[in-house]
Nanobody, 124 residues
Framework: QVQLVESGGGLVQAGGSLRLSCAAS????????MTWFHQAPGKEREFVAG????????SYGDSVQGRFTISRDNAKNTVYLQMNNLKPEDTAVYYC?????????????????WGQGTQVTVSS
């Protein structure tokens, strides 16, 4: 199995930027589909971004399109989420998620491995 550990969350003003990291363990990391989801209070986990293996294809949720960028560094077993022009609506716990199946799914139930989450709070 793979273990995922997120970092990089925090408090930022609207319009600012954060870079989240997800460090993964496991021999098969490079072949996993890697994604970010977020969850605000009272809402279901929502797809934010995903990257396929070998990392050429990326997908984004509608609310973050054009502002966030997902990338992966297989040599470091790490996936990143660069978050620019943050909005208060982005406030949520951000989770890294992975699955062995190829291709990005936007359904959180399709993912087998999850990190503990990192809080992102955007003030207005």
């Amino acid at each position: 199995q793979v273990q995922l550990v997120e970092s990089g969350g925090g408090l930022v003003q609207a319009g600012g930027s954060l870079r989240l990291s997800c460090a993964a363990s496991g021999r098969t990391f490079s072949t996993y589909t890697m994604t970010w989801f977020h969850q605000a209070p009272g809402k279901e986990r929502e797809f934010v971004a995903g990257v396929s293996w070998p990392g050429v294809r990326t997908s984004y949720g509608d609310s973050v399109q054009g502002r966030f960028t997902i990338s992966r560094d297989n040599a470091k077993n790490t996936v990143y989420l660069q978050m620019n022009n943050l909005k208060p609506e982005d406030t949520a716990v951000y989770y890294c998620a992975a699955r062995k199946l190829a291709g990005v799914s936007r359904l959180f139930r399709d993912y087998d491995y999850w990190g503990q989450g990192t809080q992102v709070t955007v003030s207005s």
